[in-house]
């Protein structure tokens, strides 16, 4: 199974983006998407996860009320809606796929988000 995030690009300050995490090359069970990011100097921040049993998500307190996370397991995607962007919000966003029947976790190579002020 491989995992792949894209979408991200560059952005002026208060704009808007939307990412994608895509599983493929396998059965795999979607059961939650968490998100990460990390900007050039700092280490990976958790972002946000997205629960696919209540379609519920919990964020970090620096994305809440901006962010929006989702998944449609049917085609085995997890978006990242991101809103009123900051430049504090630029770095590598990586999405990890946690597949609770089968143990496993995959994490997907990052789309880079860049935020101008």
């Known amino acids: 199974v491989q995992l792949q995030a894209s979408g991200g690009g560059l952005v002026p300050a208060g704009g808007s983006l939307r990412i994608s995490c895509v599983a493929s090359?396998?059965?795999?069970?979607?059961?939650?998407v968490a998100w990460y990011r990390q900007a050039p100097g700092n280490e990976r921040e958790w972002v946000g996860t997205?629960?696919?049993?209540?379609?519920?998500?919990s964020y970090a307190d620096s994305v809440e009320g901006r962010f929006v996370l989702s998944g449609d397991n049917a085609k085995n995607t997890a978006y990242l809606a991101m809103t009123d962007l900051k430049p504090e919000d630029t770095g590598l966003y990586y999405c990890?796929?946690?597949?609770?029947?089968?143990?496993?976790?995959?994490w997907g190579h990052g789309t880079l988000v860049t935020v101008s002020s």
């Open positions: 997205w629960r696919r049993r209540d379609t519920t998500a």
């Open positions: 090359g396998g059965i795999v069970s979607m059961d939650a």
């Open positions: 990890n796929l946690l597949d609770h029947i089968n143990g496993l976790d995959y």
